[in-house]
Structures are given as C-alpha cells and as structure tokens.
C-alpha cells in the first residue's frame, strides 16, 4: 500500500519528465551531415547560367561544394532521406543519375530514387558542362566529363561523410525574416496575381519571400550538427562577366556560417521559390543614362542590354554586392538558428520520402481549378526567353541574330535542327509565342526535359516539396499552401502546427514555373515556364496525388516509377578540347616566382604575386587548395587562408599557346583583424608533359612580407 504511494509520485514525475523532454526536443531521429568539394574545372570551360559562350573560367574565388543532410528513423533506419544543398545551378538529370549509382556501389538498397534530393543553390558562377540535356550545354561547347565527374563524385563523397556520422539526434524548426537580401525582378508579372491573393502575404515579404525557415540538426546531447535553411534569391550576385568560379551569395554564407562555428558544422543554404527574385537590391537602372527601365518590360530606348540590376555595393563592384548579399544570409540564418525552437515530431518518428517521373511531354492530364481538364504540352520557351533578366541578358549568341555567322560554332551544328512548333504545340502554349521549341527536338539527343521529377520528404511536422524547377515567389507559395491544405485534409499533417518548404531547381532542371497570371505577362519567368500556362497546376495535382505516401500508414499500392528520363552522359556531344602540354618559360622552372610580393600591407591592402603556372585543368585539387596564404607562427610556417577565402583569388592565364606557358596569379586581399606578422603565399600548381602526358605536382612560394 504505501509503496504505491512512494512508487505512485515517482511513476507520474518520470512521465511528465518523458513528456516535458519529449515536448522540448521532439522525436528522437538518426541525423548526419556531411560536405564535400565540388569545384570543377576552373578554366577555359564555359560558366553555367548565364548561357553566354565568352562567360569562361579564368581562375577560383572561392571553393564550391555539396552539403548532404540525412534524416532517418531510429526504429526504421531504412526509412530516410538525404537533402542535398550543391552549389551549382540546378539539379539535374545526369547528375542524379550518377549519384544514385554511386550511392548504390557504396551502400546498397539504402539510397535510391524515393529518397535522395539533389538541389542547387542556383549560383550563376560555377564551371559548366555537366548537364543532361542539349540545350544547356550549347553554351559550353558541349558535355564535359570532368566537370561532370566532380559534382558527381562530391556529391556521393558528402553524402558517405552524412551517412558515416549518423547519430541519434535531435531536429528543430524557426523562422525569421531577412530584410535586404532580394527583391523581385518581375514585379509586373507579379501583380497579375490576385490582389487578395497577394494581400496575404503582406507579413512575409510582399512580391519576395524574406521569411528564411531553419532546420537544426543537433546530436542527443545538443551537440551541434549543422543547420539546413531555405531562402529564395537568385545567385546572380555576381555579374555576367565574372570568370572567377565561386558559390555566389549562398556559397559564400554557407563558408562563413561553417567558419563561425566550427566544429564540422555543416550549414546548407538551399534554394527556394526562387524564379523572379534578385540580389540586386537596389533595383534596375538604365546602365546608360541612368534612368529608370521600363516597368513592364524592363527595356532602356525599347532593347533589353542596358537594364541592369543593381547589387547594394553597385558602385564598387559585384564581387563585393555578392559578399554583402551572402553575409546577409549568413547572419540572418545564425539568429534563427539562435532564436526560439520548435521541436520536430510527429506520428513518432517517422520519416517518409517519395518520388516519380511523370511525361509532361505526353500530355499529363489533370483537372482545372474550375473543374475543366486540361494536359501539359512538351517543352517551349518563349520569345522574351532570349531577352534575359534585370540580373543579366540572356542567350546572347541568339538575341544578337546574326542569320549569317553566329558567333557560337554550336550553333552551327544544331541551328538545321530547330523545329517548326506544330499548330497542336503552339495553341498548347498559348499564350506564350514559341521560340525554341525545345521539347520537340531529341536530335541528336534531347533538348530539355519532357520527363519531370515529382518528389516530397516529410519528417514530423514538416513536408519538404522538392521542385524540379525554379518555382516563382507566388507560385511556391500556392504549391505550399495546396500540400499543407491537403496534408491537412487527408489528417497526415495538421495546418496548424505543420511546416512546408519548397527546395529547388532539383533533380532536373525544367527551367521556371510561374503562375497562370505571370504566364500571361510573358516576362522571362513566364517564357522560360515549360510544359503552358498550367504547369504550376499540373505540379499541384501530381503533389496533392501522393501526398498519401506521406502518411503513417502509406497506400498499400506502392508509387510507380514512372517513366524513366534518358541519360545523355554517354551519347552528348563535346567540342571541349583537353589540355595539351605546360612548359616554363626559358630559364624558369614551374612555380617559380614572376612577380614577387612588396610590402608591408595593412588592412585592405592587396598582395599579390605572379608565378610560372599550369593548367589547373590537370588536377583539380579537390578537397584541397591552389592558393595559401601562410603566417610565420614562432618559426613555423602555418596556413591561415585557402580556397575556401573569399579574398584570396586564383587567377590562371595561358601566356603562350603553342608551348603553353602559363602564369598564375595570386591576390590576397588582407581582411580586417588579420594579425600583425610574417606572412607569405604558397601556389599549388600540376604540369602536364607533352608526350606521354603525364602529370607532375609543384609549388610556387613568394617572398616573406608583413602585414602591419
Ligand atoms: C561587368 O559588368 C559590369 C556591369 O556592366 C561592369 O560595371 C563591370 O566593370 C564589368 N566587370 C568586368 C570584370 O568587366
Ligand atoms: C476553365 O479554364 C480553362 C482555361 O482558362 C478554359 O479553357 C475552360 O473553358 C474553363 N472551363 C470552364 C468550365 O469555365
Ligand atoms: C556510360 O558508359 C559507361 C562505360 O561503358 C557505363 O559504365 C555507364 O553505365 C554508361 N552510362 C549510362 C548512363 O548509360
Ligand atoms: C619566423 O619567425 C621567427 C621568430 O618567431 C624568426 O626567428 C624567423 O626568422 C622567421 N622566419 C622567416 C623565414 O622569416
């Protein structure tokens, strides 16, 4: 009897305690997070997405690299996903492809097509060449395997290092918002969409989205592991006419956010409805008389060249609006990471993913809001496709419609391939006026992709949409919205206390999806829009189908497949031409001193030293540096900068063609706070012989100088 009064309290001071601990931190999860180089070839390959052919590599600024979080479920290990964040432009086709099958030699029947999610952080300033379908590699001069090979390989590498740390942990959600890091490039497309549509969503940001959602990962104890955050602003920071490879404005918060905390801390800042957002906050300008640009159609004297975006730094440099445009990314992410938590839970840990591949292409059907049916055509871009965007023009070779030499020798090779759209494709368009009409032509292989990929994860309370696209702000926000209304119907997630975030361009890149509204503006959201006019809606039908597959208890009727995409990795054409040989110059040996260091440097002055150098395109250096930056630490030469510093660039040119003579260059720009010291800078440099080909490493070492 009085036991049970003794045991009694005590039963009841353990439950609340289960129950407060439980209400505290959530469901308990397995988690892992892992990063991983992806920097490709950082020379003489054409940059990805700007699709301007003289945009090539010239050197690095700042290493770009995959970041892969793992969720799964304690009791049902099995049941999991990987979110992947890759600086890159987009996901793709070819990419996943090979991740998958790298993923599946690694650890069998663990990773597959329901539960990996590869996702750009959309940076515009990444080498190019590595994508699945013809048109993007146009200007590129085609496929190119190494660069291909390092987004693949980086890739599996960050998700073996997420998949080797798992751990029992914990997972917590906050929101906040970040003011001054986008703004929307297509206002007038924009306000097509419904006023009271557009009234809700007032709180949030208006035409952008400046709300930034936070997912924490932490280990049992509370042990830092990483964070993973969706945000949308377009990585065009940096300009056009950049050829120093980097990660943009996101590329460059993830680093900061990594260098701040230390520890292995892994910082994902994906990419979210990013389609009509900019970084360039301070808006158009006509870059010749500096007037206003047309509202509607952002012309300056009726043409499209000299309307330019304007980053906050604008009248110092790109360069420095990307570092600003990403520290205020990166500062916004640590206060909400810092900011109060909503713990992650749900049907007790469960975690679920799901994927399909549906033909757009041949004619998906799906019934209308108004209760008409209606069917998705195969690819098209429209005519206001060619005119670019305020962040920079477009397809440069193809506005400047020289008929009788085209700039691009591509273009040559696929100009006889264009197709007339057909009277069916053109009224499936309708309204948009066709240009390209890309999902017509598959010679020699397919243009863009008919085949779309429709993909969701869902742990606890929060359902993550992953877009194959570039979702625009109100587009995103109406696909949320019809997940969360459905999660809801169908009692998987309540709208209450559910959270839904929408991650893209991922898996493929299906270029835009705007709103039915913004369709009929036909800006460049609005042409580059695939599939018609109701593509978003046919992504809403196809998301709100599987929603169930979400659930506890999932349909007993496992997802089709769907119909498999082509991979054109093997049967792509490539102009690219490797590297032939490197030699010094006469009397000079590899990594030997051109142009030495002066100094003394203070704060915010540049170092800079030149040296004999090879082609970086013969060892890339992967999970390793062409540049450092070494302190003399009491008689110790340590390195305190690599290529992961914003402000120490890599800069290669080929001096000499026929020899190939090289020199690289090396400018460090000397950050506030650096300490007073010795300091000297180190090149790590491959050459190439030119028979046999065979690859040596050197180095180049500057003189010693001292910063002040
Ligand atoms: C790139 O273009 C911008 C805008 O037209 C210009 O201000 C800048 O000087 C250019 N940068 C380079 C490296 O040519
Ligand atoms: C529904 O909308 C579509 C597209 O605007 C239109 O073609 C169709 O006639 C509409 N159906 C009804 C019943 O109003
Ligand atoms: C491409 O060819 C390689 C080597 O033959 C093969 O291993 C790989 O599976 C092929 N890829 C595809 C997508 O067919
Ligand atoms: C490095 O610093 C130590 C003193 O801490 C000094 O003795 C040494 O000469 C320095 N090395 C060089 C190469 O300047």
């Given at each position: 009897?009085?036991?049970?009064?003794?045991?009694?309290?005590?039963?009841?001071?353990?439950?609340?305690?289960?129950?407060?601990?439980d209400e505290a931190v959530g469901d308990k999860y397995l988690l892992g997070v892992g990063r991983a180089d992806v920097t490709g070839p950082v020379v003489e390959i054409g940059m990805m997405g700007y699709a301007?052919?003289?945009?090539?590599?010239?050197?690095?600024?700042?290493?770009?690299?995959?970041?892969?979080?793992?969720?799964?479920?304690?009791?049902?290990?099995?049941?999991?996903?990987?979110?992947?964040?890759?600086?890159?432009?987009?996901?793709?086709?070819?990419?996943?492809?090979?991740?998958?099958?790298?993923?599946?030699?690694?650890?069998?029947?663990?990773?597959?097509?329901?539960?990996?999610?590869?996702?750009?952080?959309?940076?515009?300033?990444?080498?190019?060449?590595?994508?699945?379908?013809?048109?993007?590699?146009?200007?590129?001069?085609?496929?190119?395997?190494?660069?291909?090979?390092?987004?693949?390989?980086?890739?599996?590498?960050?998700?073996?290092?997420?998949?080797?740390?798992?751990?029992?942990?914990?997972?917590?959600?906050?929101?906040?918002?970040?003011?001054?890091?986008?703004?929307?490039?297509?206002?007038?497309?924009?306000?097509?969409?419904?006023?009271?549509?557009?009234?809700?969503?007032?709180?949030?940001?208006?035409?952008?989205?400046?709300?930034?959602?936070?997912?924490?990962?932490?280990?049992?104890?509370?042990?830092?592991?990483?964070?993973?955050?969706?945000?949308?602003?377009?990585?065009?920071?940096?300009?056009?006419?950049?050829?120093?490879?980097?990660?943009?404005?996101?590329?460059?918060?993830?680093?900061?956010?990594?260098?701040?905390?230390?520890?292995?801390?892994?910082?994902?800042?994906?990419?979210?409805?990013?389609?009509d957002t900019s970084p360039n906050t301070l808006g158009p300008v006509c870059q010749d008389t500096g007037?206003?640009?047309?509202?509607?159609?952002?012309?300056?004297?009726?043409?499209?060249?000299?309307?330019?975006?304007?980053?906050?730094?604008?009248?110092?440099?790109?360069?420095?609006?990307?570092?600003?445009?990403?520290?205020?990314?990166?500062?916004?992410?640590?206060?909400?990471?810092?900011?109060?938590?909503?713990?992650?839970?749900?049907?007790?840990?469960?975690?679920?993913?799901?994927?399909?591949?549906?033909?757009?292409?041949?004619?998906?059907?799906?019934?209308?809001?108004?209760?008409?049916?209606?069917?998705?055509?195969?690819?098209?871009?429209?005519?206001?496709?060619?005119?670019?965007?305020?962040?920079?023009?477009?397809?440069?070779?193809?506005?400047?419609?020289?008929?009788?030499?085209?700039?691009?020798?591509?273009?040559?090779?696929?100009?006889?391939?264009?197709?007339?759209?057909?009277?069916?494709?053109?009224?499936?368009?309708?309204?948009?006026?066709?240009?390209?009409?890309?999902?017509?032509?598959?010679?020699?292989?397919?243009?863009?992709?008919?085949?779309?990929?429709?993909?969701?994860?869902?742990?606890?309370?929060?359902?993550?949409?992953?877009?194959?696209?570039?979702?625009?702000?109100?587009?995103?926000?109406?696909?949320?919205?019809?997940?969360?209304?459905?999660?809801?119907?169908?009692?998987?997630?309540?709208?209450?206390?559910?959270?839904?975030?929408?991650?893209?361009?991922?898996?493929?890149?299906?270029?835009?999806?705007?709103?039915?509204?913004?369709?009929?503006?036909?800006?460049?959201?609005?042409?580059?829009?695939?599939?018609?006019?109701?593509?978003?809606?046919?992504?809403?039908?196809?998301?709100?189908?599987?929603?169930?597959?979400?659930?506890?208890?999932?349909?007993?009727?496992?997802?089709?497949?769907?119909?498999?995409?082509?991979?054109?990795?093997?049967?792509?054409?490539?102009?690219?031409?490797?590297?032939?040989?490197?030699?010094?110059?006469?009397?000079?040996?590899?990594?030997?001193?051109?142009?030495?260091?002066?100094?003394?440097?203070?704060?915010?002055?540049?170092?800079?030293?030149?040296?004999?150098?090879?082609?970086?395109?013969?060892?890339?250096?992967?999970?390793?540096?062409?540049?450092?930056?070494?302190?003399?630490?009491?008689?110790?030469?340590?390195?305190?900068?690599?290529?992961?510093?914003?402000?120490?660039?890599?800069?290669?040119?080929?001096?000499?063609?026929?020899?190939?003579?090289?020199?690289?260059?090396?400018?460090?720009?000397?950050?506030?706070?650096?300490?007073?010291?010795?300091?000297?800078?180190?090149?790590?440099?491959?050459?190439?012989?030119?028979?046999?080909?065979?690859?040596?490493?050197?180095?180049?070492?500057?003189?010693?100088?001292?910063?002040?």
């Amino acid at each position: 009897m009085h036991l049970i009064h003794h045991i009694l309290p005590l039963i009841c001071l353990l439950f609340l305690q289960v129950l407060s601990q439980d209400e505290a931190v959530g469901d308990k999860y397995l988690l892992g997070v892992g990063r991983a180089d992806v920097t490709g070839p950082v020379v003489e390959i054409g940059m990805m997405g700007y699709a301007d052919l003289a945009q090539k590599g010239s050197g690095l600024r700042q290493r770009i690299h995959s970041r892969a979080f793992i969720v799964a479920d304690v009791n049902s290990p099995g049941d999991r996903f990987v979110y992947v964040s890759v600086d890159v432009q987009s996901g793709d086709t070819a990419i996943r492809d090979g991740v998958l099958k790298g993923l599946e030699a690694a650890f069998p029947g663990v990773y597959g097509q329901n539960n990996v999610a590869v996702v750009g952080t959309h940076s515009h300033a990444g080498p190019g060449a590595w994508l699945n379908y013809l048109l993007p590699q146009i200007t590129t001069q085609g496929f190119g395997s190494q660069s291909y090979t390092a987004i693949v390989e980086g890739i599996v590498l960050s998700i073996k290092r997420a998949h080797t740390s798992l751990t029992p942990g914990y997972l917590s959600l906050a929101k906040g918002l970040v003011s001054d890091a986008n703004v929307n490039r297509s206002p007038y497309a924009y306000e097509a969409n419904p006023a009271e549509e557009r009234a809700e969503y007032g709180d949030v940001g208006g035409d952008v989205d400046k709300e930034m959602t936070v997912l924490s990962f932490k280990k049992e104890d509370g042990t830092p592991l990483g964070l993973l955050n969706w945000f949308p602003v377009h990585g065009t920071s940096l300009y056009g006419n950049n050829t120093l490879i980097a990660g943009d404005n996101k590329g460059y918060a993830a680093l900061q956010l990594e260098k701040d905390l230390g520890n292995g801390f892994v910082a994902g800042f994906s990419q979210a409805n990013v389609g009509d957002t900019s970084p360039n906050t301070l808006g158009p300008v006509c870059q010749d008389t500096g007037l206003e640009c047309r509202y509607e159609d952002s012309t300056c004297n009726g043409v499209s060249q000299q309307c330019r975006g304007r980053g906050p730094a604008f009248q110092i440099s790109d360069t420095e609006s990307c570092r600003i445009i990403g520290q205020t990314q990166y500062l916004g992410a640590k206060r909400i990471y810092n900011s109060a938590q909503t713990p992650v839970s749900g049907d007790g840990g469960i975690v679920r993913s799901l994927h399909t591949f549906v033909d757009f292409g041949a004619g998906y059907e799906f019934k209308l809001s108004n209760g008409s049916m209606w069917k998705t055509c195969k690819a098209a871009l429209g005519f206001s496709f060619a005119a670019g965007t305020t962040d920079w023009p477009g397809f440069a070779d193809f506005t400047q419609n020289d008929p009788g030499a085209p700039s691009n020798p591509f273009w040559l090779l696929v100009r006889d391939l264009l197709k007339t759209p057909t009277k069916e494709q053109k009224d499936c368009h309708a309204p948009k006026p066709i240009l390209l009409n890309v999902g017509e032509m598959d010679q020699p292989y397919a243009w863009t992709p008919n085949i779309v990929d429709i993909q969701m994860f869902r742990v606890g309370q929060l359902a993550i949409i992953v877009a194959p696209g570039e979702a625009t702000t109100m587009a995103g926000r109406r696909w949320k919205a019809a997940v969360a209304d459905e999660l809801d119907k169908l009692g998987i997630i309540s709208k209450e206390s559910g959270w839904t975030v929408i991650g893209g361009p991922a898996n493929s890149y299906t270029h835009y999806i705007a709103t039915p509204e913004e369709y009929a503006i036909q800006r460049y959201e609005g042409a580059s829009t695939l599939y018609g006019q109701f593509t978003l809606d046919a992504y809403i039908s196809l998301y709100k189908t599987y929603a169930p597959y979400l659930a506890a208890k999932v349909p007993s009727t496992p997802l089709p497949t769907g119909t498999k995409p082509p991979i054109n990795t093997n049967n792509s054409i490539s102009l690219i031409t490797g590297v032939v040989q490197d030699s010094p110059p006469l009397g000079k040996s590899f990594g030997s001193v051109l142009t030495d260091v002066m100094g003394p440097y203070q704060i915010g002055a540049m170092v800079k030293v030149v040296f004999v150098g090879a082609n970086p395109r013969n060892n890339l250096r992967l999970e390793g540096t062409f540049a450092a930056v070494e302190k003399n630490e009491s008689g110790t030469w340590a390195r305190v900068r690599d290529d992961t510093d914003w402000n120490l660039v890599y800069e290669w040119k080929r001096t000499e063609e026929l020899t190939g003579q090289s020199k690289v260059t090396i400018t460090w720009t000397v950050e506030s706070g650096t300490p007073a010291g010795q300091y000297r800078i180190r090149y790590y440099g491959d050459s190439k012989a030119l028979f046999g080909g065979k690859i040596t490493a050197f180095e180049g070492v500057s003189g010693v100088f001292n910063v002040v």
